[in-house]
């Protein structure tokens, strides 16, 4: 009985049974199975239940741009793209711009190279780091792309056929293969500075540092070293021809391309042979430069050929003397000569020889067997001047824009051809100017240097050659001082209409004539 009272004295007959295991805190909770009832639960009710939100992914860019391999990459990117753009197509075919079995380079791949490196710029609009450390990038391969330009161009500006032949002509209008490749290389310049000029950079930081000028400037002399010597080729040949312009003495070329008449035909006009020659030789000049300027960093350099050429053709028109037939049959042709003989002698000028005797008193009297031929028409300096100003309206022009200065430039200078033109015709025809106020209408534009010699020859004042006599100077110190450009004339007006003022009204009684361009160079004064 002691021994069932007390078990642990009971005998043993089998191996205890193992402690059961303690329960610890990280014991898995039990599965709670009303997760699927709910869940049907829900389908027949209408409890609607939220979806979790999404995970939120971090930005790849951020990634890469942290740890340096968005920039590694993007090198790698540009240099393989600048690599790319320089390479040369093969030519299986021989063609007249093949050089060494390569063609130029295409137009158009500079301007792809520059839209991806504005691309990559414009994507760190906002961040300025990152756009200073794309400048900074840029450096490498564009110093490298600049270096193997001017590396591919001096072979070919050294070659004697660069320049010849200097300018396109009727017999070669087009360009030789060394020419045509080194236009190419200054289109992709032309092209990669005008997509880099085009940047908008972020104002709120200094890019002094890392900034492209460096580039921007070695671009614009890889061009520029190409383009202005054609354009020099093709000035040297045009200006002789418009300076040829001043020669009035010549036979003038009949042409159909003067006014509209009723039936709609044109009236011939007898022009001058330049102009006869540069009708031909224009069409040609125009695609040549529009192929030299086709990028809007030439405009520059397209601007001062032109104004260059419009100074050239006022100066030649407004200083052509008048024609001897013309001066033989006026009634103010003889004074006009003993005004410029007495302007001559007083100002120290030499002295002409005396007139020669007509050639009739010479001539046998025979009847003769055929009528006599007309008088060669000399060539009306209105007619050619407005031939002239059509002519090089053909010409490529600056692009207009609102602050674009090259394209405001060359505007005044066609304004001033223009007026000029309407100056020549009002004087030409019999219709009397009878105020200053037509005169200051007919000279809006033109410099004082440019209207005067016109204005003095109608007030019966002598030839344009009088007034350097009258100004007290030779008449190259007066072309080289006075006539040099647009703004030198500007320059010289005040002190020329001051001078020809106190000339003009030394005289004893000044005809109306003369009182007008007395009163036109006083308004001159006062502006």
Not at 177 to 200: M, N, P, R, S, V
Not at 372 to 378: C, V, W
Not at 449 to 465: C, K, T, V
Request: glycine share 6%; net charge neutral; with cysteine.
């Amino acid at each position: 009985m002691h021994a069932l009272k007390s078990p642990f004295l009971r005998p043993i007959s089998r191996p205890t049974s193992p402690a059961p295991p303690s329960r610890t805190d990280t014991e898995t909770p039990p599965i709670d199975r009303s997760a699927r009832p709910l869940t049907k639960l829900s389908s027949l009710t209408n409890f609607n239940r939220k979806p979790s939100p999404a995970p939120v992914s971090t930005p790849t860019q951020a990634t890469l741009t942290h740890d340096g391999s968005y920039l590694d990459a993007l090198s790698l990117k540009l240099n393989e793209a600048a690599s790319k753009a320089l390479s040369q197509p093969v030519s299986a075919v021989a063609t007249p711009d093949t050089l060494g079995g390569k063609r130029p380079i295409p137009v158009g791949r500079g301007r792809t190279l520059g839209e991806l490196i504005a691309a990559e710029l414009n994507t760190s609009q906002g961040n300025s780091h990152l756009q200073r450390a794309i400048l900074r990038l840029l450096q490498r391969p564009l110093t490298v792309l600049l270096s193997n330009l001017s590396t591919a161009l001096l072979p070919l500006l050294s070659n004697p056929a660069f320049s010849n032949p200097s300018a396109p002509s009727v017999q070669n209008p087009n360009l030789n293969a060394i020419q045509a490749h080194a236009l190419g290389i200054a289109t992709f310049a032309g092209e990669l500075l005008d997509c880099l000029d085009e940047l908008k950079l972020d104002a709120s930081h200094d890019h002094k540092g890392d900034g492209l000028l460096v580039i921007k400037e070695g671009l614009g002399s890889v061009m520029k070293r190409v383009i202005n010597p054609l354009m020099s080729g093709i000035k040297t040949d045009l200006v002789p021809l418009i300076q040829d312009l001043e020669k009035g003495n010549v036979a003038a070329v009949p042409t159909t391309t003067g006014t509209k008449v009723a039936n709609g035909t044109k009236a011939p006009a007898n022009l001058h042979p330049s102009i006869a020659t540069l009708q031909t030789l224009m069409p040609i000049y125009a695609r040549a430069l529009g192929r030299y300027c086709s990028t809007k960093s030439s405009e520059a350099s397209l601007a001062t050929f032109l104004i260059s050429i419009m100074w050239n053709a006022v100066v030649a028109l407004s200083h052509r003397p008048s024609s001897p037939r013309s001066r033989a049959n006026s009634a103010s042709a003889t004074s006009a000569a003993s005004m410029s003989m007495t302007f001559i002698k007083r100002f120290g000028g030499s002295t002409t020889p005396p007139n020669t005797p007509p050639a009739s008193r010479f001539t046998m009297k025979l009847p003769g067997s055929r009528p006599p031929s007309p008088p060669a028409l000399a060539p009306s300096a209105a007619e050619d001047a407005n031939a002239l100003y059509n002519l090089l309206s053909t010409l490529p022009k600056p692009a207009p824009s609102k602050d674009n200065l090259p394209s405001e430039a060359v505007k005044e200078a066609f304004e001033a051809l223009a007026a000029l033109t309407a100056l020549l015709s009002a004087l030409g025809n019999t219709t009397e100017i009878r105020d200053d106020l037509d005169l200051d209408i007919l000279t809006e534009g033109l410099p004082v240097p440019i209207a005067l010699p016109i204005l003095l020859r109608w007030s019966g004042h002598g030839e344009p050659q009088v007034i350097p006599a009258m100004l007290g100077t030779s008449e190259t110190e007066y072309r080289s001082g006075c006539l040099s450009g647009f703004g030198r004339a500007d320059e010289c007006a005040y002190s020329i209409a001051h001078r020809m003022v106190e000339i003009l009204r030394s005289e004893a009684d000044p005809d109306p004539k003369t009182s007008i361009v007395i009163g036109f160079l006083e308004e001159c004064l006062a502006h």
